[in-house]
């Protein structure tokens, strides 16, 4: 049976051959790459590699629990339901909120939103995709006017020059690192640049490093603007036919901050190395811009991603093969969410709140609470429940008192709200501790439905396990509820119902400048849904997304961007905390944590500093620091490591209060946002560090 890897964004494709005999030791099937997935061609990284032994997870949520007492599903519904219903008489719509996950796959999603926004008439249903790529959603349609990624993995083998921006690859996605490799082994002209304060695994292999200072990324591509103007290097033509904002843009890179040689002292490099980095990206029209959360997690991320993204448009490189601005998601169903409008500041198939696609969803949903305004995103609606306004929150397959930014206070938001529910397959998510009732999820290998990966990839993830006691699938239970308030429009049958509702709703589109629309897919038979084979969307186009110029905005032209560079306000006395990704991990660890082989390459909550740093502090490696900030700290063994900046830190983002760990790496960010997309500063955090 064939499926999908549930970590991330690569979206690689799995076959699990084999029955699972429950009990048995030894007759286990085995979970493979999948040889005809067009994403990765059978390659899995370590963390795929180990999806079987991820299924034994040490406890498993198996009934609805209100309180301490294990309730049947139609108590435990019937509850939720007139909780909500309650809350919503005497508060109004927007004291309830859902806190929902990239892990859920499209139809969860679907009706989670359709739920909210259509029915109770709130737009307060966030995402932890929030945290990771909203940035990039932003960009796209401030430059693009929809939300479109217009690159493909196919062009990193037609690209001559891979360009990395804020992320480490080789270890958060590896086979799509595998690829990149595969491809400069194949075409010894290919090159790769990496830009990233630190010395990662992937600036490693790079043929040029530039390790940037914090945050200069929209310096470093206004500069190669202005590079490329003054080298008469950007496309004209293309600008003039399809491009608007370029007069101020061209007014914003005459500044002198931008010059090559005040660029290069504020980036902290050499001018060789800048001018190396600008002729490159001068002399190669087939070039690929990754960018993934050392551009999105910062307090300017829309901005630096549309600084990217203006070097392409300018330069005419997108909607050709090999050429274009890509944005990695970090999640393995991140796409879809925001296909289905699982932000809330984003409705259904690609729209906003506009009052003609306001009509349009309502219309289809015959919904007797159209919302008409975004909702709260995820850090707002966290303060809001702190703050007493959101009085119910249903948290589905995400744990925020871990990963948010200044999760003590999370924590404390959790505890003070008068109704708490939690779907998860664990009773010991740290977030499930909070809860008033928690709901069993059936897991991967145990729920069918659709995920989108980071290159518009449709895969399906299949059911090949029963679920263990009454775990249920999160569309399921959302429509339980529903149909317990009393709504009509969610009572379906199966899961392919719920996604042929979805896809015939992006018929909306089809008059329209939107480009999503799967409507041909709302008339698939059962058999065709679950026999579907990975496909792009659009569907059945070959060409690239902007491959005739034309863009979905109200001119059909695409918009560069006027971005500016900030100096940065000195922070004397504080480290600079730079968060992210282990190899070996995934998220909070409640999937991963118990894996030995997985555990092996970070055995405990580490922060790592460049030896002179460490010999500066008087600090030695290996023994215990404490981190600290505003209140809050926490403990962590001293590594060291010489690929970081003097006044740099680095912490893996995983560790949390599981496994006897009181170390939670979140508490120590700000809870500092992008004004834009919302998105938090997880890579800018500023702590204090003391020995212990
Ligand atoms: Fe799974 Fe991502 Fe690894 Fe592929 S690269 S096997 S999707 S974790």
Known sequence: MKSACPYCGVGCGVAV??????????????????????????????KGSALKESLSIPKRLLYPRLGNKEVSWPDATGYIAQKLKETVAKHGPDSVALYVSGQLLTEDYYVANKLMKGFIGTANIDTNSRLCMSSAVAAHNRAFGEDLVPVHYDDIATSDLIVIVGANTAWTHPVLFRRIQQAREANPDLRLVVIDPRRTTTAEQADLHLPIANDGDVLLFNGLLRYLSDHHALDDEFIAMHCEGFDSLKAEISRDQYRLARCAESLGLSREQLNTFYAMFRDTPNTLTLFCQGINQSANGTDKANAVI????????????????????????????????????????????DPESVAAVGDFWQAPNMTTQPGLKAVEL?????????????????????????????????????????????????????ADVLLPAAGWGEKDGMVTNSERMISRQRAFLSPPGEAKADWWAICEVA??????????????????????????????PYLFDISSLSSMTDAEYADWQPQRWPLGRESHLFSDGVFPTASGRANLITVRHREQAARPGVWWLNTGRQRDQWHTMTRTGHIARLAESETEPTVYMHPLSASQSQLTEGQLVSLGYDGNSMLAKLAVDEGLSSNQLYMSMHWAGAFGFASRVNQMVAPEVDPVSGQPAFKSAGVTLSPT
């Not at 203006?310 to 296909?339: D, V, W, Y």
């Not at 709504?487 to 089809?510: H, Q």
């Open 17 to 46: 051959k084999g029955r699972f005999q429950p009990g048995s030791l030894t007759k286990q099937p085995e979970i493979v790459g999948d040889l005809s997935h067009p994403a990765n061609h059978g390659a899995l990284c370590v």
């Open 310 to 353: 203006n070097c392409h448009l300018a330069t005419g490189r997108i909607g050709k093969p090999g050429a274009g601005p890509f944005s990695l998601t970090g999640q393995p169903n991140a796409m879809g969410g925001r296909e289905v409008g699982g932000l809330a500041n984003q409705l259904a198939v690609h729209r906003g709140f």
């Open 382 to 434: 966290f303060e809001a429940i702190h703050q007493g306004k959101i009085k119910f929150v249903w948290v589905i397959a995400t744990n925020p008192v871990v990963s948010l930014p200044d999760s003590r206070k999370v924590a404390e938001a959790l505890a003070r709200c008068e109704c708490v529910v939690v779907s998860d397959i664990s009773p010991e998510a740290d977030t499930a501790a909070f």
């Open 483 to 512: 149909k317990k308030m009393g709504f009509s429009g969610f009572d379906f049958a199966t899961v392919a119902d719920v996604y042929r509702e979805y896809a015939a709703l992006s018929r909306i589109n089809r008059d329209s």
